[in-house]
């Protein structure tokens, strides 16, 4: 069953940018907010190159054997 919402006290900036993009996309500030929620909810999202770079330093990868190891690992935890 759906449920409301409420965001309370939201900055005027960050509104005038939902505004904004709502407008751009053709939607309701609601439409645009379920959309957004969807967007980075329901979906993984890929990782940064940065999040790469750091995850792959915390694991030390060093051989081949070690990256299919790791990636095996990752993959087995989804």
């Known amino acids: 069953m ?3 919402l409420s965001i309370k006290a939201v ?3 960050l509104v005038e ?6 407008e751009k996309n053709h939607r309701s500030l609601q439409g645009e907010l379920l959309t957004i929620l969807e967007e980075n909810l329901e979906r ?3 990782l940064s190159i ?3 770079i750091r995850r792959l330093r ?8 070690e990256s299919t ?3 095996r690992e ?4 989804r």
Do not use: F, M, Q, W
Not at 58 to 65: H, L, Q
Not at 74 to 77: F, L, P, S
């Open 69 to 71: 190891r790791a990636i």
């Open 17 to 22: 940018k939902l505004r904004s993009r709502a």
């Open 11 to 13: 900055p005027d900036a």
């Open 58 to 65: 915390k694991i030390a990868v060093t051989t081949a054997a």
């Open 44 to 46: 993984p999202r890929p």
């Open 74 to 77: 990752d993959r087995d935890r």
């Open 50 to 52: 940065d999040e790469s």
């Open 2 to 4: 759906p449920v409301n």
